[in-house]
């Protein structure tokens, strides 16, 4: 009976194993079709997929893939159709068990339909998408943790943030989640992917977050000093769009709330006078600058103009804050360190995350935390945050980094010219000693870390010879703002700063002068080639000369004039190119001789070479023009013409460059100079 019984139990878990595996074999096929049918939906009428919808629930948390893992919900978001969302989110609100769950399905990436409505910006979306779900706004994805409200900073959707903010409870909850896991807030983000106007309003409608640091120590500053180019230190313009920079008008950032509607005054009111005047001639400006300039381009300098006014802005908001924080510091507590504390909290103001820091080197973490925005603003180069914060707190100039370097030693070491001479030139330095005649925790001085080479020297000169002049240069007026001890002085591995240059720039200096070489040979040979030829038709007179007096028959005609002075130009400037580049190749190619000797002697061999080849083409149309007849000369003319506009062209596209030659010369300290002004 026992063992008949059992055969009886185990048939029936067969069957159940049977009609189970049946029923899932069903559900495959079922969620199959489903999928087919979504597809098709979403490809052809939204319409469809509303209808399957209300038709299944189970709809509503069918994925497409497994890759991007968005469902018919997350698609509509996407695709910014508001009328679709707000159908289908009635439809899982109406037939779901559980609604919330739905709308906050994610896809692979962890975005909920609340993240993609506020990288969307859309209001009508989001607000849809939320209804009684509130809690929705606190959802983080998993990719890095940021809430909608942090999604929508990030995407710089103005208008979308600050609605999302208005649907918290409270202020609390709201800076709450205006944070990600890293202690970074939306103020951070703002910053950092350049959503200026958004940065300017989060300060204005939310100061506490001016406080805020994530874990590793960084304020909002610090993320705006490694911004280098939000600043117009930190950028290169050319002639011609520096005054087209110059000429362009940028409203100042204001806040939001305070907008107040003008009313158009009369116009007789003295008062007017001025703003009248002033609204004529700004129209006048903007039609000239339609008529002359390309739209495009000046389009692009506004944006850029408008980066550096407003990242300007933002600047002066947190270091007036800063300083504000720094008097109610000094009416409670009289101790030293108030005056640049501000800048060095990090732990106390928020909990550091430590599994998060536990990722990271220690060395980094302490770098980090203990690099104050004026020094990351001298590695930057950011001229105008370092001049701000002097200003507003002196006591920064004593600041150092994990390396014991100062701000004097950090623009140095990341030659940041323009910073350490306005250091040098900045007559209120406390301790001045200790700012410039310090030395790091490997006993460099700063000359010691002008004689290194750079990490990233790239951007500094387009050819190996400027380079080393650039360098040549910076060593010696680095050497020259330090007392000559200094310069005697060794560091822990017994070098001095001289031999660290020596050994150092040995192969740039190589490299220059195999540049110098096949330079003046390439040139030297052209400037023979033309004293050749100036040499022989200064010696020929175009039509002959009279066999009684001996003088030249065209001797009153203008073509003869400028034969003969273009003749005895190019001869003379082609032997002067020639002898330049003779003495080049016989240089001894010493460092102190690449400071100004060879880029002068460089300088005025091109130059002497271009005026030779041109008076040489001057010469030889003069002279030909003589010998042709009346007919022809109709016709040579436009040759000529077309002969020196490609001349006059082709020399144009080097004038950057001979002007980038030029200023090296005469400069103590040359500006960067990039690629596109290479010879």
Known sequence: MASESDAGNSHEQEIKACRHAEKNDSDE???ERIWGDLVKGVRGSWEEVVKMYEQNPRVSKVKFDNIIGNTALHLAVLSGRSHIVEKLVAVINERSEDPADILSTPNA???SPLHLAAYMGSIEMSKCIIGGHKHLLGIRNSRNFLTPIHVAAVSGNKEAFFWLCEMCDSTAQAQDYCRDMNGKTVLHSAIEFEHWDLAFQIIHRHKSLMDSVDNCGYSPLHVLAEKPTAFRSGIYLSFLDNIIYHCIHVEELMPETCKVKTKLGNL??????YQTCNNFFQVLLKLIKFLVSRPSKTRKLKGIKEKHIWSLQIMNKLVDHAKKHESAMNQTSSSRGSAYGYFRRGQDYWPMNWAFLSQLKNE?????????????AAKNGVLEMVEKILEAFPMTILDT?????????????????HVYEFLLGYNHIVERDFVFNVVDCKFNTALHLAAMPHENESWLMPTSLLQLQWKVKWYEYVKNSMPRGLSLHENDEGFCPDEIFTMTHGKLLDKSKKWLKSTGDSCSFVAALVATVAFASSATVPGGVNQDSGLPLFQHHLAFRLFAISSLLSLCSSFTSLLIFFTLLTSKYQFKDFSRNLPLSLFLGFTSLFVSMVSMLVCFCSGHYLMLDHTLKYVAIPIYGLTFFAVTYFSLQKVPSFFVLLKTVFHRVPGRIYPKDSF
């Open 29 to 31: 096929n079922n969620l």
């Open 109 to 111: 990436q962890g975005h």
């Open 268 to 273: 007789c009111d003295p008062k007017n006078y």
């Open 364 to 376: 980094f973490v302490l770098l980090t935390a203990e690099a104050t925005p004026i020094l990351l």
């Open 401 to 417: 980094d994990s390396k014991e370097n100062c701000i004097a030693l950090i623009a140095v070491e990341n030659q940041q010219f």
